[in-house]
C-alpha cells in the first residue's frame, strides 16, 4: 500500500503522532462535524489486522477527549441537578 512517495507512510506517521501525543494546553477544542461512526468507516482498515481494535480504541480516544471547559459545566450541572459528579454520570 506505500506509494513511490512514500504518501502513506508519511500518513500513517503523522497519524501516529497525532494519536500518542499528550494533550497540549493550548490545543483547541471543537465539535465533531461528522458523528464518530462514519469518520471511522473513512480509514480503510481491513477487518482481520491484528491491530485494528488497538488502534480504533487509541483514536477513539483521542478524538473524544472532553473539553476542559465543557466538562467542568457538564459536572457543575450533573452536581447541582443530579447530586452526582460528571464521573459518576459516565458510568
Known sequence: MLDD???FSNFLT???EVV??????HD?????HKDIFHAFHMIP???????RAPF????????????PE????VDKTCQK??????DQMLV
Not at 482498515?45 to 491491530?51: A, Y
Open 5 to 7: 512517495s512514500g504518501t
Open 14 to 16: 503523522t497519524l501516529g
Open 20 to 25: 500518542t501525543s499528550p494533550p497540549d494546553i
Open 28 to 32: 483547541k477544542y471543537q465539535g465533531l
Open 45 to 51: 482498515l481491513p477487518v482481520n489486522h491484528g491491530m
Open 56 to 67: 480504533l480504541q487509541a483514536l477513539r480516544d483521542h478524538m473524544m477527549r472532553w473539553d
Open 70 to 73: 465543557h466538562r467542568a459545566s
Open 81 to 86: 441537578v443530579f447530586n452526582l459528579t460528571f
